[in-house]
C-alpha cells in the first residue's frame, strides 16, 4: 500500500506542478459556479416578481441550470486532458523502463496511477460540495439525501472517465492520441446504446454498454443498483484492461494470449451487467424527500394486490400513426415508463403485436394513394426493412384479440393470469403516453370493481354520446382524452327509466343533467327511492328548468333559484359565472387549495344558484359560489347579447354571493350517502371544456375529476399527487444576486489562480 500511495502522491506533482490541471480546476469552478450562480439569479427574479419558489434543491444544484447536474456535459471533455499523460508520459520519457525494472509489480504502478484520479475526482466534486453547503445556509429544508446522491453519481462518472482514460493512456506514448482514444471510446459508450435495436439479447447488451443518462438517475436523486453497479465495472473494467496490458509489455505475451485474457475479461464484465440489469436483481433507493422516483402509496397497494402473471402487450396498427412509437428501436424507452411498477412486480413481461387494419388516419391516403392495403403495407416495411409476415392481417389480428373497440389504434392490453384485461391508450395531448394516474388506473380495475356511472336520458338530458358543445362525451368516454372516466377507471352507460322499475344495483353513481321535459311520478318515484337507498347521485341544472328539475331535489332539502346568475363584466357576457372555491371546500376536496392559490376559477355560463330550503338529515356544504359584489340572481333579463342586466331591488335582486355547486353527505342503511348538485350542466360538457378565454385561468377539468373522485369514494381516479417539498424558502433577498456572482464567478476561480501562480512562482525559484 505504500508503494501505491508513494505513485500516487509523485502523480499528484506531475499533475499539480503541469498548468493543465490547474487550468481545469479553474475553469471548472468557473463553469459550475456561472451554473449556480445564473440558477440563483433566476430564482431571485421570480421571488422579486411575486411568484412562490419550490423545489430548490433540485432547482439550485440539480435542474437544468443545477451547479452539478450542469457540469456533466463538460467532463467529457476535462477527463481526457487530465488522463492522458498517466502512462503515455512514461512511455514518452523512458522512465516506464525504470518503473519495470524496480520491485514495483504492475497493480502497484495502475492502482497508484488511477487513485490519483480518484483525488482528482474528489477535489472537483469538493467544489460542487462548496454550492451544497452555501446552499444548505441560504434556504430551509434543503434535501440533502438528494444532493449528495447527485454529488455521488457526479464523482462514479469522473472516476469512470477515468478508468477509461488511464487504459488509453497505456496503449500510446502520445499523450494527444491518448486524449483522443478516450474521447473517441466515451464517444462509442454514449451511441451504443442505438446499436442492434431489432435482436432482443444484442438490445439488453449494447443499452447496458451505454454510458449516455447513466448518470442521470442519481441527478434524479434515485440510486439504482444497476447504474450503481455500472460504474464500478466499467472501473473495474479498464483498470484491469490497463493492468493486463503492462503485464504483455513485461512479460512479452503472444497476441493470442493478450486477446484471450483481454477477452475473458470483457465477457465477465458483460455477463454481470447483464444479469444486474435484470428487473428481478435490482435494488433502489429513493432519495427525494418527495419520493419522486418511487410509486405514490396508492400505486404501490395496487400493486401489491396483484398476485400472479402480468403481461402488458403493446397493439400497433401498422397504418395508426403511431405506430413507430412501438418499434423495437424504442423497446428500452419503453420499458422505462413501467419501470416504477416492474420494480414491485419483477415478473412483469412486455410483449409487441404488429398488424395492419383500418383505422382512421387521412395521412395514409395522402402518402399511398390508390393502392390496396396490402400494398401499403409492403411499402412501410421495406421502409422498415422489415419482412412482411411479421405483421399479421386483420383476419389474424381479430382472431388474437378484438381491438375494434378502440378503433384499431395503438393501444396496450394489460392482461393478468386469470384472464381480466384493462386497456392503455394515447392520448391527444403533448405527452400522449400514460402517467402513473392512467395506468395506475387501469391496474386498480383488475383488482376491484370499476365504478358504473350511469347518465340518465329520455328527457332531453346531456348525451354521453354526442360530440355537440352541450353534450358530456369529451368527459365521460372519449377514449383519446386522458381525463375522461374511461381513462379513469370507470365505466359510462346511459340509463332510461321508461323500462326499468329501480335504478338497477349495479349503477354505482347516477348523473341527472339538464332534465328539459318533467319527469313521470314512475321515474320520479325511481329517483326517490334511489337516494332514499343512499346512493351517489350528481345532479346538473340549468336556468329555465327549475321546474322540472327542482322536485329531484326536494328529497335533498334543496331547490335551484329562480332566474339565472349574472356577474358583471366588462369584456364577457354577463351572464357567465367565474365561480371561487369556498373555503368549506377545502375540507372536502383538498385539491381546490391549489385553485385558490393560482387564482383558478370555475367558468360557468347560464348558471343558476342553489339554496337550501329544509332540513333532510344531510350534512350540506357550499363548494363553488360566486363573488360577493358584482353579482346577484337576475329575474328578469333573459336576452344578455341585446340587453345589459341591471340589478332592480325593488323585485327581490340582491347583490351577494351565491352558491353554484353543492355537496350533500349523511350516513344511510350503514354507509354513506355523496350527492354533488352543480348549478351548470354547461361548465362540464364539450363545448367548455375545450374553451378558452383571454384573462381567465379556468380549472373546469378539477370539477369533473374531484367530484367523481367523491363520489366513488376516492377510489377512482386514482390519487397519485404528492405533498408539497419543503425546500420552497429562502433566506436571502435580491440584492444577494450579485454578490454569488462575484463569490463563484470570481472570488473561487481567482482563488485557484493564485495558488496556481504562487505554485509555478515557488517552482521557477527552485
Not at 457540469?71 to 523502463?97: A, C
Not at 383538498?590 to 338529515?617: C, H, W, Y
Request: hydrophobic residues 40%; glycine residues 6%; charged residues 20%.
Amino acid at each position: 500500500m505504500k508503494t501505491i500511495l508513494k505513485i500516487t502522491k509523485n502523480e499528484l506533482s506531475t499533475l499539480f506542478y503541469s498548468p493543465i490541471a490547474w487550468l481545469i480546476l479553474i475553469i471548472f469552478t468557473f463553469q459550475s459556479g456561472m451554473a449556480y450562480a445564473n440558477a440563483w439569479d433566476s430564482i431571485l427574479r421570480s421571488v422579486a416578481l411575486g411568484y412562490n419558489p419550490s423545489s430548490l434543491t433540485g432547482r439550485l444544484l440539480l435542474g437544468w441550470e443545477g451547479a452539478i447536474s450542469s457540469m456533466q456535459e463538460h467532463l467529457f471533455l476535462y477527463i481526457p486532458l487530465l488522463t492522458m499523460g498517466l502512462m503515455s508520459q512514461e512511455y514518452n520519457r523512458g522512465s516506464i523502463k525504470l518503473l519495470y525494472s524496480s520491485p514495483v509489480t504492475n497493480r502497484q504502478i495502475i492502482f497508484g496511477k488511477y487513485l490519483s484520479m480518484v483525488i482528482c475526482a474528489a477535489i472537483l466534486v469538493a467544489i460542487l460540495f462548496i454550492y451544497y453547503v452555501f446552499t444548505a445556509f441560504t434556504i430551509q429544508n434543503i434535501d440533502t439525501p438528494f444532493a449528495l446522491t447527485a454529488l455521488l453519481g457526479v464523482f462514479l462518472m469522473i472516476c469512470a472517465y477515468a478508468a477509461i482514460g488511464l487504459f488509453m493512456s497505456s496503449l500510446t506514448s502520445y499523450q494527444v492520441v491518448a486524449a483522443v482514444g478516450t474521447l473517441a471510446v466515451l464517444a462509442v459508450l454514449n451511441y451504443i446504446g442505438h446499436v442492434g435495436q431489432e435482436i432482443s439479447f444484442v438490445r439488453d447488451i449494447t443499452y447496458w454498454l451505454s454510458i449516455s443518462g447513466r448518470a442521470d438517475t442519481f441527478f434524479k436523486g434515485l440510486i439504482c443498483s444497476e447504474d450503481f453497479l455500472y460504474f464500478l465495472l466499467v472501473i473495474v473494467l479498464f483498470v484491469t484492461l490497463s493492468i493486463l496490458r503492462l503485464q504483455a509489455e513485461r512479460t512479452k505475451l503472444s497476441a493470442l494470449q493478450s486477446m484471450l485474457r483481454y477477452g475473458g475479461v470483457i465477457v465477465v464484465t458483460l455477463l454481470i451487467g447483464y444479469f444486474s440489469a435484470r428487473p428481478a436483481l435490482r435494488c433502489y433507493y429513493d432519495a427525494t424527500e418527495m419520493k419522486e422516483n418511487t410509486l405514490t402509496q396508492n400505486s404501490i397497494d395496487i400493486m401489491e394486490k396483484l398476485d400472479g402473471p402480468l403481461t402488458i402487450t403493446t397493439y400497433a396498427n401498422m397504418f395508426d400513426e403511431n405506430y413507430f412509437r412501438a418499434l423495437p428501436r424504442y423497446y428500452n424507452e419503453d420499458f422505462n415508463r413501467f419501470e416504477k411498477y416492474i420494480r414491485f412486480k419483477p415478473e412483469i413481461k412486455m410483449k409487441y403485436v404488429y398488424y395492419y387494419d383500418k383505422t382512421n388516419n387521412p395521412t395514409l391516403e395522402q402518402r399511398y394513394p390508390g393502392l390496396t392495403d396490402e400494398q401499403r403495407l409492403k411499402k412501410i416495411c421495406d421502409a422498415l426493412d422489415w419482412d412482411v409476415k411479421r405483421v399479421l392481417t386483420p383476419e389474424q389480428i381479430r382472431a388474437k384479440e378484438d381491438l375494434s373497440g378502440e378503433y384499431n389504434k395503438y393501444v396496450r392490453v394489460i392482461e393478468r393470469g386469470n384472464g381480466q384485461k384493462s386497456y392503455l391508450r394515447l392520448y391527444e395531448d403533448n405527452y400522449r403516453h400514460p402517467t402513473e394516474t392512467e395506468i395506475s388506473a387501469a391496474l386498480k380495475r383488475m383488482v376491484i370493481k370499476s365504478p358504473v356511472v350511469a347518465f340518465l336520458t329520455g328527457h332531453g338530458e346531456r348525451s354521453i354520446d354526442g360530440i355537440g358543445e352541450r353534450d358530456y362525451y369529451a368527459f365521460s368516454q372519449y377514449k383519446d382524452f386522458r381525463n375522461s372516466l374511461v381513462n379513469q377507471g370507470f365505466e359510462s352507460i346511459s340509463l332510461s327509466l321508461d323500462s326499468v322499475n329501480k335504478v338497477p344495483e349495479n349503477i354505482d353513481i347516477l348523473v341527472i343533467s339538464d332534465v328539459r321535459t318533467a319527469l313521470s311520478p314512475k321515474e320520479q318515484e325511481i329517483i326517490e327511492n334511489y337516494i332514499a337507498e343512499g346512493r351517489n347521485l350528481l345532479i346538473a341544472g340549468e336556468p329555465r328548468r327549475q321546474e322540472q328539475m327542482n322536485p329531484l331535489l326536494a328529497p335533498l332539502g334543496l331547490s335551484f333559484m329562480p332566474g339565472i346568475l349574472v356577474q358583471e363584466s366588462k369584456d364577457f357576457s354577463t351572464d357567465l359565472i367565474l365561480a371561487n372555491p369556498t373555503m368549506a371546500s377545502l375540507n372536502v376536496i383538498n385539491r381546490f387549495d391549489k385553485l385558490l392559490a393560482f387564482g383558478n376559477q370555475i367558468t360557468m355560463p347560464s348558471a343558476v344558484g342553489i339554496k337550501q330550503t329544509e332540513e333532510k338529515g344531510f350534512k350540506v356544504v357550499p363548494i363553488l359560489t360566486t363573488d360577493s359584489t358584482g353579482s346577484w340572481n337576475e329575474l328578469e333579463t333573459t336576452n344578455f347579447i341585446e340587453d345589459t342586466a341591471r340589478i332592480n331591488p325593488s323585485i327581490g335582486e340582491v347583490e351577494q354571493a351565491n352558491t353554484t355547486m353543492m355537496y350533500l353527505n349523511r350516513e344511510v342503511n350503514n354507509r354513506e350517502q355523496r350527492i354533488i348538485v352543480l348549478g351548470d350542466a354547461d361548465c362540464i360538457g364539450n363545448g367548455e371544456l375545450s374553451r378558452q378565454r383571454n384573462g381567465i385561468s379556468s380549472a373546469n377539468f378539477s370539477v369533473i375529476t374531484e367530484s367523481f373522485r367523491l363520489l366513488s369514494f376516492g377510489e377512482f381516479p386514482v390519487d397519485t399527487s404528492r405533498k408539497g417539498s419543503s425546500d420552497n424558502k429562502i433566506n436571502i433577498n435580491e440584492e444577494w444576486g450579485l454578490w454569488i456572482k462575484i463569490l463563484f464567478m470570481g472570488l473561487l476561480p481567482g482563488i485557484l489562480t493564485f495558488l496556481s501562480l504562487a505554485l509555478w512562482w515557488k517552482r521557477r525559484k527552485k
